[in-house]
């Protein structure tokens, strides 16, 4: 539960229940304000069993809400306020304690929705032509991830394309022209990506072809190297990683070439 919209709660709670092999319900309850909001949920937590986990940044409702839980022995967990408190201690000043601002309106609001907005245009080889305006461009073959990243790099605010390396095609001009800084080749081992490639048509529903065949990935993921070495693209092995990982080490290296310059 959350003063916001619970998203920052539910990601950690997520990341944390993925350590167990059980069975788990996960519900969010976002712009909670007041007190009776509070003993409302915490009555349902205790008729299901379940532990709260909450995220609230006004002080008197997050006692509120220990308080309440306390009297129906339901267990709970405050993710911000041993933050704010240790922050608070460092600054030597005090936490405005208002809700929402993570997701105030803001010049950065408006920035992600535009990076999303510029990766959705450009997604999967579309307009090519408006590459120049990215700020990254992943290249790869078929079910390299390139989509999920894309978006997931948007969300942070960067404008991304990205480009398929289609067997038998050159890769268009305008991506070869890019600055080779901003473009990285994604590659996944060809057994993960047969894997990935299988469970893809299987979900269609359509016959079997090169396109799962180990010695056609091969071939294609050699290929894909050969063209990221010729046009200087740096490669980020996406095998076994989540998609935060891979965002993680392109932003890293970004961050080492601003170093740089």
């Known amino acids: 539960m959350s003063d916001g919209t619970g998203d920052t709660a539910a990601t950690a709670v997520t990341a944390a229940m993925l350590q167990f092999q059980v069975e788990w319900d996960l519900r969010t309850f976002g712009e ?5 909001e509070i003993r409302r949920i915490a009555a349902e937590a205790e008729q299901a069993g379940a ?6 940044v006004d002080e008197e ?12 022995s339901v267990p709970v967990v ?6 704010l408190a240790k922050i608070a201690e460092v600054l030597r000043a ?47 073959i078929s079910r390299s991830s390139k989509t999920p990243l894309s978006m997931y790099l948007a969300q942070r605010g960067y ?73 200087g693209w740096r490669v980020v092995d996406a095998s076994g990683r989540a998609v935060e990982e891979n965002a993680a080490r392109i932003l890293h290296l970004m961050d080492a070439d601003r170093g740089r310059r």
Request: no cysteine; aromatic share 6%.
């Open 159 to 231: 404008k991304v394309g990205n480009v398929p390396i289609v067997p038998g095609v050159e890769p268009p001009r305008e991506l070869v022209e890019l600055d080779p800084n901003k473009v990285f080749g994604l590659t996944i081992d060809p057994e993960t990506m047969l894997t990935v490639r299988q469970e893809r048509i299987r979900s269609l529903g359509v016959p079997h072809s090169d396109y799962v065949d180990m010695d056609s990935v091969r071939v294609e993921t050699r290929r894909a190297r050969r063209l990221f070495q010729r046009y």
């Open 94 to 140: 005090r936490p405005r304690s208002q809700p929402g601002l993570l997701h105030a309106v803001s010049d950065d609001y408006f920035r992600r929705i535009e990076a999303v907005e510029f990766a959705v245009r450009h997604d999967d080889g579309a307009n090519v032509a408006g590459l120049l305006g990215a700020d990254i461009v992943l290249v790869g």
């Open 78 to 83: 405050d993710l911000l306020g041993p933050v």
């Open 51 to 56: 532990m709260i986990v909450f995220t609230l």
């Open 32 to 36: 909670i304000r007041h007190e009776p």
């Open 61 to 72: 409702i997050a006692r509120a809400m220990v308080g309440e839980a306390a009297k129906r």
